[in-house]
């Protein structure tokens, strides 16, 4: 856990608005101190300037952390009504709408996704637990890839989607270590970009990627993951081009779990072009299920089983959209709309690291009671499943 977080098992107190909101502003002091000067707009120097990037960074924050203010208005009303909420957003003076607007020009969000991947390892977030003691290898190196879209207005033109209709999304493509459900990396796109495309300058060497069938669409894909030095898992086509090279026989514990074929093949219609990897045939519910990965040696039936631990991503998206909630975005341009995509990304850490839990919807719900004044502490540590941290 961060340095700068209590590790205490559960202290409420962490989860006041501003503790939270200054705990967030000491982990990005550390990014906007670490920026080069061609990164730093011209206007951040004007003496004129009261609104700068942890103001408008911790606003976006607020957005998903409170129960009321949920939009750009009802944050500047805020600050204007109240010294509080000025206090939660580390200003001193009340925000402007006209201030409010230009800063999703202005202030980098890759700031966020630096703050996110500096984060790895340190906010630890709730992962598998109780997990086959034959695959505990492989579930510390697997990392599940995927992405989500997110609904845009149609005015905005760069969230392109499908250039034959007047569409819009926003695609957040995520890296998710299953283990402990932290973050690895993240990527916001608009809707029409190749999720292939993303990964590949991402893959880190000794990782073992887990992706749909999406990934598995280019055959190429698995000797690239091969040259940096990682492994794959991927769900292919229902009949994928292929040539057999060796069928491998099958155990009873495989049979029984309804592997139906284990073969090294090459993928494509030229054998002369691709590389061998395993293919597994599995049937389910009467379907035929067919995993490609580099990992040749493995048990048949512990691919099978690690495969499962890809709908760890699934389930996390989700948590984001209906449990955190990101189905509007308080900004247009690209930006804007990835800074708010981030910094959801950096609650959700922010939340499992203080609670300990990723919350559901009730104790979702009991957080923003007690951030009410409804809740006690030892009643939100009750909603929580926790045992309250006890005062010396």
């Not at 700068?52 to 976006?60: D, E, Q, R, V």
């Amino acid at each position: 856990m961060a340095e700068d977080i209590d590790s205490d098992p559960f202290a409420a107190g962490q989860l006041r608005g501003l503790r939270l909101l200054e705990t967030f502003r000491k982990l990005l002091h550390k990014q906007l101190e670490s920026r080069r000067r061609e990164q730093i707009h011209p206007s951040e120097d004007d003496p004129r300037r009261t609104l700068f990037a942890s103001n408008y960074f911790s606003a976006l924050l607020l957005v998903f952390y409170n129960p009321v203010l949920k939009s750009a208005r009802a944050i500047i009303a805020a600050s204007k009504d109240s010294a509080t909420v000025r206090k939660a957003l580390g200003s001193d003076v009340p925000l402007s709408l006209g201030s409010f607007s230009e800063a999703q020009h202005l202030f980098d969000a890759n700031l966020l996704r630096g703050l996110i991947r500096s984060l790895r390892g340190r906010l630890r977030a709730p992962g598998q637990t109780g997990t086959d003691a034959r695959l505990v290898d492989f579930v510390k190196r697997m990392i599940a890839v995927d992405s989500s879209f997110f609904a845009a207005l149609d005015r905005i033109s760069w969230a392109v989607y499908r250039r034959q209709t007047a569409t819009k999304r926003v695609r957040l493509h995520l890296l998710f270590n299953v283990l402990d459900g932290t973050i690895e990396d993240a990527a916001i796109t608009p809707g029409a970009c190749c999720e292939r495309k993303v990964l590949a300058p991402r893959i880190e060497p000794g990782r073992l990627y887990c992706g749909d069938r999406y990934y598995g669409l280019d055959y190429s894909y698995f000797t690239l993951v091969r040259n940096g030095q990682a492994d794959a898992l991927m769900r292919v086509r229902d009949q994928p081009e292929h040539t057999v090279l060796e069928e491998h026989a099958l155990s009873d514990e495989a049979r029984a779990y309804g592997v139906v074929a284990d073969q090294t093949v090459i993928l494509g219609p030229d054998p002369q072009k691709g590389q061998a990897v395993r293919m597994i045939t599995l049937r389910r519910d009467g379907k035929l299920i067919r995993l490609v990965t580099t990992l040749t040696e493995s048990d048949a039936v512990e691919l099978c089983m690690l495969y499962r631990y890809r709908w760890e991503i699934e389930t996390f998206f989700k948590w984001l959209k209906c449990i955190l909630g990101t189905r509007g975005f308080l900004a247009e341009s690209r930006n804007g709309i990835t800074a708010q995509l981030y910094i959801a990304l950096i609650m959700a850490l922010m939340l499992a690291a203080f609670t300990g839990t990723r919350p559901n919807k009730r104790q979702m719900e009991a957080i923003q009671l007690y951030l009410m004044g409804w809740m006690t502490e030892d009643e939100l540590a009750a909603a929580l499943s926790l045992q309250k941290t006890k005062k010396s």
